[in-house]
Antibody, heavy 117, light 106 residues
């Protein structure tokens, strides 16, 4: 059974970069056919897919966030990461990492990130 | 962008009721639709994929149907654990979610 766990700062200052890591257990993140996503949930705006990185390291980002998002894989640690630059209060949300073969079968528990000075 | 619209936003029902939630896309997504259940403080849980396929371990009282632009999630006989928020999500072009339907106890 694949399990995911997010980690990273819970508080980020405006204009800085939000950085989160997702540790995967139960399978290798470089197994073919897997896609590793970040999804966030605003209380008012619902669920928003941020982007994914696939098993080969290719990335696909939500066009609305593309200019600020970078994702990467660390196969030695079985982790993948998210960087979101130039954050504002609108980026305050619960951030989930998720794994998919077809759609989002596996989810982390989520981590709240607050953007505030 | 593919937009997903769920109705109703809130649904009040009783244990044992049969309930249906509708999800509409603003363009055809064929059968590339999933349904999730989310309980407070928890991550969404995949219930149904490809419009009508039940994820392993999900009770058979859950069912999905539809294709193109209109889809439904039906719970045949509500159980206490089913009172939660339900989301549809398309994966025809990137991924977008509906705004959610909160299923409340009447």
């Amino acid at each position: 059974q694949v399990q995911l766990q997010e980690s990273g700062p819970g508080l980020v200052k405006p204009s800085q970069t939000l950085s989160l890591t997702c540790t995967v257990s139960g399978d290798s993140i470089s197994s073919s056919g897997y896609y590793w996503s970040w999804i966030r949930q605003h209380p008012e705006m619902g669920l928003q897919w941020i982007g994914y990185i696939d098993y080969s390291g290719s990335t696909y980002y939500n066009p609305s966030l593309k200019s600020r998002v970078t994702m990467s894989l660390d196969t030695s640690k079985n982790q993948f990461s998210l960087e979101l630059s130039s954050v504002t209060a609108a980026d305050t949300a619960v951030y989930y990492c998720a794994g998919s073969g077809t759609t989002f079968e596996y989810w982390g528990q989520g981590t709240l990130v607050t953007v505030s000075s | 962008d593919i937009q997903m619209t769920q109705s109703p936003s809130t649904l009040s029902a009783s244990v044992g009721d049969r309930v249906t939630i509708t999800c509409r896309a603003n363009q055809s997504i064929h059968i590339w639709l999933a349904w999730y259940q989310q309980r407070p403080g928890r991550a969404p849980k995949l219930l149904i994929y490809q419009a009508s396929y039940l994820e392993i371990g999900v009770p058979s009282r859950f069912s999905g149907s539809g294709s193109g632009t209109e889809f439904t999630l039906t719970i045949s006989s509500l159980q206490p654990d089913d009172f939660a928020t339900y989301y549809c999500q398309q994966y025809s072009s990137y991924y977008t979610f509906g705004q959610g339907t909160k299923l409340e106890i009447k």
